[in-house]
């Protein structure tokens, strides 16, 4: 009896150990948010598991599957994401343009 016990203790902290491993390698993911055009450019708007925003831009003409033109840093609203876009990119004169 003592030995199927200190058997079942065995698997349960195998276990346990492999849940912790495999929970701290687990990947965050990003999400597209919202696509558009502005000037010579479009843009793809990404959200992070952090709710953080970043912006994928591209000229206009670029095909589909090609590499960003740029990526921006992150930023903490997707408002702020796409008022950086309007004012650096689509060349949109907004009030919140410096």
Known sequence: ????????????AVLTAFSFVSTSNTALADYLSSEGMGGKYRYELWQSD???????IWLQDASSGSRPYTTTSEFSSSRDALIYFD?????RDLPECS
């Open 87 to 91: 004012c650096n990119y689509a060349k």
């Open 50 to 56: 952090n709710n953080t925003y970043y912006l994928k």
């Open 1 to 12: 009896m003592k030995l199927n016990q200190l058997f079942r203790l065995a698997v349960i």
